[in-house]
């Protein structure tokens, strides 16, 4: 909105700088981390009225978890909406990729709120079913993956290899949609322990702010051998606003957590994720980025394939953080560790950039 008004009334001097992607990315990331900040107590109050009992812990889990119960879920919501407003004020409403990335971001969420809302209600684990979450979180990336898919190329860029793509043809489309529901549910499955999957989010939103702000330049791209994406770096400010509300929430959501994130929140911004991956051309680099979120979805399907072939088990539990508190570890032990992982991957991430 600020950004249409600029262009509209012609700013000048100070009110200038709301043209740059620089100053909306920071002015975003403050807006959605004090709107999360000011909500967050009253809207935690909120939810444990309306749950009650919060949400179910489950009885095969760590027995640290049971004293968990009573937490309520659903703190995603507070994300979204700190997001979102963070989003209108300060990003080019005029950019498809905007509105692409909203729609992943507020579609996802609704799909995990309605998710968290079977779980709570039904005072079951299990939720909605997982055909029909799939289902959904299908449509609402392909209707994303055309937005964007029709703003670019239908390359995949490979990393550390410079001007190295391999065209997909209309195929991209598919795999852009892939890319986005598998982000989603790989953050989903992440977000476990108190602050697993909040911090790493943050950690890879921040490596992608730098991935956005450089593709969206053609100067730097030409000179990192990137793939230059017009009009990309108006999501360096989506990546700010995802690092500020995800900071904000992690205020209530650090042990002992106040509030759990909740589907609602984890695959919003799984696929918020997955999106500007996909928009900018680093759908791979993700992968390196975003490796923690491989690795625990990864150990779920190892651990289903394996389970269901042998009848045994590879890891004590699965995702893989419960394996390791299985092991001895706490669970302050594993977040903190799992943290150092996001963030050296992150590092790895970027130094595709150069090393080309």
Request: include cysteine; glycine fraction near 10%; proline fraction near 4%.
């Amino acid at each position: 909105m600020f950004y249409f008004l600029a262009e509209l009334l012609n700013f000048e001097g100070a009110l200038n700088l709301v043209r740059y992607q620089t100053f909306r990315a920071g002015a975003a990331m403050m807006t959605a981390l004090i709107i999360g900040l000011i909500i967050g107590p009253k809207f935690i109050n909120m939810l444990r009225v309306r749950q009650g009992k919060g949400q179910p812990i489950r009885s095969d889990g760590p027995q640290s978890h049971l004293a968990k119960v009573g937490t309520p879920t659903m703190g995603g919501l507070m994300i979204l909406i700190a997001l979102t407003i963070a989003m209108l004020l300060w990003m080019d409403l005029s950019s498809p990729f905007v509105w692409a990335c909203l729609a992943v971001t507020i579609g996802f969420g609704l799909i995990g709120f309605l998710d968290d809302y079977d779980k709570v209600t039904k005072r079951s684990h299990k939720g909605v079913s997982g055909k029909v979450r799939l289902f959904a979180e299908f449509i609402v990336a392909g209707i994303a993956s055309y937005l964007i898919v029709s703003q670019i190329s239908t390359d995949l860029y490979i990393p550390f290899f410079s001007e190295v793509q391999i065209p997909l043809g209309p195929f991209y489309y598919v795999f852009a949609a892939v890319v986005i529901v598998g982000a989603g549910n790989a953050v989903n499955l992440t977000d476990g322990l108190d602050g697993l999957a909040t911090m790493p989010v943050v950690i890879a939103a921040g490596a992608f702010l730098i991935i956005c702000y450089l593709v969206g330049r053609v100067d730097f791209s030409e000179y990192l051998g990137i793939p230059h994406v017009p009009g990309a770096g108006e999501l360096a400010i989506l990546c700010a606003a995802i690092m500020g509300a995800g900071l904000a929430f992690l205020w209530f959501n650090a042990p002992p957590a106040a509030v759990f994130m909740g589907d609602t929140g984890s695959l919003a911004l799984g696929g918020a994720l997955g999106a500007i991956a996909v928009a900018s051309h680093h759908e791979i680099v993700l992968a390196i980025i975003g490796g923690l979120f491989v690795l625990e979805a990864v150990s779920v399907i190892v651990q289903v394939f394996w389970f269901k072939r042998t009848g045994k088990r590879i890891f004590r539990m699965a995702p893989i953080h419960h394996h390791f508190e299985q092991l001895g570890w706490s669970e302050s032990k594993v977040v903190i560790r799992f943290w150092i992982i996001a963030i050296v991957l992150a590092v790895i991430g970027l130094a595709t950039l150069k090393v080309r």
